[in-house]
Each structure stands twice: as structure tokens, then as C-alpha cells.
């Protein structure tokens, strides 16, 4: 879509600017990751409640941000829509996001919750043949 430049024609366009803003909250996100979760995934020590949440966070921007321009790029009803109520559902999705990352954040904390069968043997949610026998 060329706009030639045209700010009022760009302005005609609130999918157009709603998507842009995705565009620019995908970006500023993913400089986040790099500088910010990046270094903390690569480091080999566990990793503080702080850093848990504020990576589970980046995460949800990022899932609901993809998700949120795919949607407005697919959803031809929203062409009808100003670009407030637009970019008050982007806003919205994204709190969603954000408060179901904090809220399974903790859940996180665990290594079980991540697949790790050999964290805790003996664990009663593991089948007999892989608890430890004690001696």
C-alpha cells in the first residue's frame, strides 16, 4: 500500500497506523529481548523472579503484538473502525497478555513445569519404574 509520502492519505488509514504501531511495539520489544532476555538465557545460572517475569513479559508483547497485526491485517471489519477503537483492542490484548504471563510466571519456576523428568526423582507424580528406590 503506497501512501506516496502523503501523511493525510496515511491518516485515511487507521488499519494502516494500527499496524504500524504494532510494527514499532514488535520492534522496541525485540531490541528488549536481544539486550535484555537474551543475555540472561545464555548465561548458565538460574534465574532470579525478576528476570522469570520480565522475560514471561517480553514474551507475551511479543506473542500478542504478532498475533494482534496478523489480525488486523486479516480482519476486513476492522477497516470500518477508528483507529482509537483499534488501537484500544491492540492495548487491551496486550494486557491481557501481560496479566496471564505474571500469572503463569510462577509456574515457570519449576523445572517439572518445563518437561525436566529428571529433576526430582521420586516425585509421586512420576510412574513407580522411575522413582528412586531408596537402598
Given at each position: ?6 501523511l493525510a492519505v496515511l491518516a485515511e488509514r487507521p488499519k494502516l ?119
Amino acid at each position: 500500500m503506497d501512501v506516496g509520502g502523503n501523511l493525510a492519505v496515511l491518516a485515511e488509514r487507521p488499519k494502516l497506523i494500527a499496524k504500524l504501531v504494532c510494527v514499532l511495539v514488535l520492534t522496541i520489544n525485540g531490541l528488549a529481548l536481544y539486550l535484555y532476555a537474551m543475555p540472561r538465557i545464555t548465561a548458565q545460572r538460574p534465574l532470579a523472579a525478576a528476570e522469570r517475569y520480565g522475560m514471561a513479559v517480553l514474551g507475551a508483547v511479543s506473542t500478542a503484538s504478532w498475533l494482534m497485526a496478523a489480525f488486523i491485517g486479516a480482519g476486513r471489519p476492522l477497516a470500518a473502525w477508528p483507529l482509537g477503537h483499534v488501537l484500544g483492542l491492540y492495548a487491551a490484548v496486550l494486557l491481557a497478555a501481560c496479566a496471564m504471563a505474571l500469572v503463569l510466571c510462577p509456574a515457570l519456576r519449576s523445572p517439572r513445569a518445563i518437561g525436566h523428568r529428571d529433576a526430582d526423582p521420586g516425585h509421586p507424580a512420576d510412574p513407580p519404574d522411575a522413582q528412586a528406590v531408596p537402598h
